[in-house]
């Protein structure tokens, strides 16, 4: 039986691992320009955290988890997101006794059970950023502020900002029954998933794609519009911050969010460069989540990217680029002593601070030097029987050809003083 990976994953091949850790490395560079501290949490969690963080009526709770018993009979789930988890290790650690807000981002694996498409697997990739323990509308326009420098910062200039705010516990209920007046005056027009929706989520079909659902919502009441004072107020000050920093945005009373933690402001960041399917990650406030986990009551807001869809972002406006790094040096050799002394050089020079490519198999020279040619060695050192004997190595710089006698005693520091980063 051939073996192959499962459906909804993707090895990441060395040749494409160059691009991930360029990204990686702007996200953890932005995050911590903004006082952001990485955190680093389970790839598994009890369901519960899932279930009661996520929410049991959302899609990925009732439809998309990886749970499994485990051979104690615990029910685990691999973690579909990144929020739930980073509340229940601040309530764990008592992080709420710390200072505040705590102010925490994570890279990783996610996981849900998804119909794979471009751009989509069912382990996925997320980075995201929390802070937990302050209500301040300035926290929420940084929460909008710190994607758009990072894009800028990978080379993504095209892309709208979407906000909204759907308001709190106090005014919720009172515009979720507007809305499901509304909604309910107009079934024969929603599609069956609206139609449930409209029991347990109405707020979810603001968003649905469906082009009768569209045009059955097209005077819905707003969230914004119907929001309590506080709500209210909150909500202006995040519009006059992003207005403040020229941060330009569209009000877009349909974005809702699909996780039911959420409230007040919510926002996505949308890519102009994929088509209709290019939100580049989203996030808002979820103030009552922490409490209702277990912990005491604190407001907080965050955000969160897929990986994948970044890079599919990055690659289609050519603008990914890669960390990925060739050897400075490759030690070519011919003959049994030049080859044992080869090692020893190679050693040396890694030792020193170089990456060094050899050969390992005996092969022609010619072969050893367009394996070096096709590594992206800077230098070559040439290794034979009578170079040793007379304790010198030809070394070849790659870029011009041009050839130079040198004392093996000094060669080390011969290249370190000519190889670039
Ligand atoms: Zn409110
Ligand atoms: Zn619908």
Redesign the pocket.
């Known amino acids: 039986m051939e073996l192959f990976a499962p459906r909804g994953t993707n090895d990441i091949l060395p040749d494409a691992v160059g691009g991930w850790q360029y990204l990686e490395r702007i996200v953890r560079e932005t995050c911590e320009r903004y006082g952001y501290r990485e955190i680093r949490l389970p790839l598994f969690e009890h369901t519960e955290v899932f279930a009661r963080g996520v929410g049991e009526t959302t899609d990925i709770v009732e439809k998309e988890m990886y749970t499994f018993q485990d051979r104690s009979g615990r029910s685990l789930t691999l973690r579909p997101e990144g929020t739930a988890q980073v509340v229940r290790a601040f309530i764990e650690h008592k992080l709420y006794g710390k200072a505040l807000p705590f102010k925490v981002y994570y890279i990783g694996p996610m996981f849900r059970y998804e119909r794979p498409q471009k751009g989509r697997y069912r382990q996925f990739h997320q980075f995201g950023v929390e802070a937990l323990g302050s209500a301040s509308p300035l926290l929420d326009v940084e929460m909008i502020a710190l994607p758009i420098s990072l894009y800028r910062a990978a080379g993504l200039h095209e892309f709208e900002v979407h906000i909204n705010s759907i308001g709190c516990h106090v005014c919720r209920p009172a515009y979720r029954e507007k809305l499901t007046a509304y909604l309910s005056e107009r079934r024969e027009a929603?599609?069956p998933?609206?139609l449930e929706r409209l029991e347990r989520n109405p707020l979810r079909?603001l968003d649905?794609k469906?082009p009768g659902?569209r045009e059955a919502t097209e005077g819905a009441p707003k969230s914004h519009e119907h929001l309590c004072t506080e709500c209210h107020d909150h909500f202006s000050t995040v519009r006059a911050g992003l207005d403040a920093v020229g941060i330009r945005y569209v009000l877009n009373p349909r974005l809702v969010r699909g996780l039911d933690y959420y409230s007040r402001t919510v926002f996505e960041l949308i890519g102009l460069d994929l088509g209709a399917q290019d939100a580049l990650g989203g996030g808002g406030r979820y103030d009552g989540l922490v409490e209702q986990c277990g912990g005491p009551p604190t407001p907080a807001v965050g955000f969160a990217v897929g990986m994948e869809r970044l890079l599919l972002s990055l690659e289609a406006r050519d603008a990914l680029r890669s960390d990925g790094r060739a050897p400075q040096v490759y030690v070519a050799a011919l003959g049994d002593a030049a080859r044992s002394r080869a090692l020893e050089i190679a050693l040396a020079m890694r030792q020193a601070g170089l990456r060094t490519e050899l050969d390992y198999e005996d092969r022609s020279l010619k072969a050893q030097m367009r394996t070096a040619q096709r590594s992206g060695a800077q230098y070559v050192v040439i290794l034979g029987d009578d170079e040793l004997a007379a304790g010198r190595a030809a070394v070849r710089k790659m870029a011009t050809g041009e050839q130079s006698e040198v004392p093996l005693t000094g060669i080390v520091q011969w290249l370190e003083g000519r190889v670039n980063g």
């Open positions: 929603l599609c998933t609206c079909v649905c469906n659902c």
